[in-house]
């Protein structure tokens, strides 16, 4: 499902934007910094769903562009049967960012939906606008291009918010194979929550605010779903749940706009909050990112914000597009993986099964699990929110707080060494600074873990007849 946030600058006590969110899925997650590549002419690249999908589609391959961005982005192994690995977005080398949310499709558009449906999915066009876009716009435009060349493979409707330090624009890709989409901009004024996607009341035909394919206003004409002479288009209405804004955003668009409107207005603990909160963040959030949208002197200095699990028990650290790898311990691990139950670090038998081999390195697997080991916590701090939750939260915001009060030092140091001319020096503070920064949170989260599984198992709470006690939540 995840979630998403957008806050314009004018909201800002720093002056630029922010994008943040998390990812809603179930799987195992990591961490990965894909670097800038080139393709040879006529390189392709496979996309869509398979046919073992929940909902079922034809595998594909489409062409790949000359050349790739570097980019920072979470990948994980499953959701409804789409092919992993997958992505949410992350932050490129340009300072675009991507977050994926889901957005159901009218029940109808769904039911359309062709069982040998082609096309990027919703993985598929994050990692594409990663690795393509320039600007946020663009990367509306990419999308658009690609369903209308390639077609889209659908699990029942999805959106993206796409953020420069300029805008944003939220995307939202119907079902039913008809190569529906519709997208609308976000200013410096806006505070926009996505969970799910939507978008209202469009014009009736596109303008500098909102873009979609000529044929989506009569689509619903044709389908007998949409009358002009009724009144204004509304897309949510139409061709979505009909649900308008959800509860759980107007709740947090309200919150964060009394935050505006306070002089300091919305600071970096400000937007922690809004993806860290356990009103919203709970066992469901696979992993928690904020980025700034900025455009420093040299794009290794672009920072997103990244926390291994959902945030209301975990630290977002800051990590850099400039680090050349991510420590062993926030890559991938067996522990969540899809398939990996049936695999084994043992290849006698690869000629015969190659998928009885697994596919985490025996290298990878050895280190600890930071997805394991704040899963834990977090559940930990959920079996007895009265003091546990409140104590580690007030740890991780602490944290936080000391890690941006350092981090403009370390974005000068490494800025010197690179106008220097010593770029690889400047990747190496920036490894040795992010990677020092999440081993030790990690070793904190590993005593915080260990010490509140002594103080409940003291008082009796871990009986499983106790069954499963979570945080309420908005949505």
């Known amino acids: 499902m995840s979630y998403a946030i957008f806050i314009g600058r004018n909201h800002s006590s720093d002056g630029h934007a922010w994008l943040a969110g998390y990812g809603d899925e179930p799987s195992s997650h990591w961490l990965e910094v894909v670097p800038a590549r080139s393709h040879a002419p006529g390189s392709m690249i496979t996309v869509g769903v398979s046919p073992k999908a929940d909902l079922p589609g034809k595998r594909s391959d489409i062409a790949q562009v000359a050349q790739t961005a570097r980019h920072l982005r979470v990948s994980y192994s499953h959701y409804l049967g789409v092919p992993a690995p997958i992505t949410n977005g992350g932050l490129n080398e340009h300072g675009v960012a991507v977050r994926d949310v889901w957005s159901p499709s009218r029940a109808d558009l769904i039911a359309m939906t062709p069982a040998d449906q082609t096309g990027p999915n919703y993985s598929d066009l994050a990692r594409i606008v990663l690795e393509r876009a320039r600007t946020a716009r663009e990367g509306v435009e990419i999308i658009a291009a690609l369903i209308a060349e390639h077609g889209y493979s659908c699990y029942g409707g999805n959106s993206h918010l796409i953020a420069d330090p300029d805008e944003a624009w939220v995307v939202i890709e119907f079902s039913g194979g008809r190569g529906l989409w519709v997208a609308e901009r976000l200013g410096p004024d806006t505070i926009r929550a996505s969970r799910p996607g939507y978008i209202g009341v469009i014009p009736a035909a596109p303008d500098d605010d909102f873009l979609f ?92 914000w990244h926390a291994p699990v959902g945030p209301a028990t975990a630290p977002l650290v800051p990590v850099f597009l400039g680090m050349s790898d991510v420590p062993a311990e926030f890559g991938p691990h067996r522990y969540l993986t899809e398939g990996e139950s049936a695999r084994f670090h043992d290849p006698r038998h690869a000629a015969r099964n190659p998928d009885s081999v697994s596919h985490v390195p025996q290298a990878a697997e050895v280190t600890r699990s930071a997805f394991q080991i704040y899963k834990r916590l977090m559940h930990l701090a959920f079996m007895q929110q009265d003091p546990l939750l409140a104590e580690v939260w007030d740890h991780w915001r602490r944290t936080e707080a000391r890690l941006a009060a350092e981090l403009p030092d370390v974005l000068r140091s490494a800025e010197i060494l690179i106008d220097q001319g010593e770029a690889r020096l400047g990747a190496r503070l920036l490894d040795e600074h992010a990677r020092t920064r999440l081993l030790s949170a990690l070793a904190e989260a590993e005593a915080l873990a260990n010490a509140a599984e002594m103080r409940l198992r003291m008082r009796g709470v871990l009986d499983p007849a106790n069954g499963t006690i979570l945080p309420r939540q908005v949505w």
């Open 213 to 304: 394919p000529a044929h989506f206003i009569q689509t619903a004409i044709d389908l007998g779903w949409y009358d002009p002479a009724t009144g204004p288009f509304d897309v949510n209405t139409i061709y979505g749940d009909g649900k308008g804004m959800w509860e759980g955003v107007r709740w947090v668009e309200a919150e964060m706009r009394a935050r505006a409107a306070t002089p300091g207005k919305i600071a970096l603990a400000d937007v922690i909050w809004s993806i860290a909160t356990e009103k919203l963040t709970g066992d469901t959030a696979g992993y928690g990112q904020v980025v700034p949208l900025v455009h420093p002197r040299h794009d290794a200095l672009r920072v997103m």
